[in-house]
Nanobody
Framework: EVQLVESGGGLVQAGGSLRLSCAAS????????IGWFRQAPGKEREGVSC????????YYADSAEGRFTISSDNAKNTVYLQMNSLKPEDTAVYYC?????????????WGQGTQVTVSS
């Protein structure tokens, strides 16, 4: 059974940092690219970042570029999203996703989401 389990969300002050984790099971990171999406109340879902399965190439939305870093640990079958210099507008539910290729939508799999709240 394929599962994506996010963790690491929470409440942080503006300017702070959080690291989200996405633990994958039922497949390996060689099989799927892993992405992060987020959705804030009343807003459309937004792609944040993605890391390719074969080449590890990374992609970022303009809103994440320079502040967020996506990385993977194949031994742990886990992908991380390091988020620095957080802003109140980063507040959202963050979802881990699996894609055959970064940039394809909809994803093949979704995690359950983890809440990130940034206070001003």
């Amino acid at each position: 059974e394929v599962q994506l389990v996010e963790s690491g969300g929470g409440l942080v002050q503006a300017g702070g940092s959080l690291r989200l984790s996405c633990a994958a099971s039922g497949f390996t990171l060689d099989d799927y690219a892993i992405g992060w999406f987020r959705q804030a109340p009343g807003k459309e879902r937004e792609g944040v970042s993605c890391i390719g399965s074969s080449d590890g190439r990374t992609y970022y939305a303009d809103s994440a570029e320079g502040r967020f870093t996506i990385s993977s640990d194949n031994a742990k079958n886990t992908v991380y999203l390091q988020m620095n210099s957080l802003k109140p507008e980063d507040t959202a539910v963050y979802y881990c996703t699996a894609h055959l290729v970064c940039g394809t939508y909809p994803p093949d799999y979704w995690g359950q989401g983890t809440q990130v709240t940034v206070s001003s």
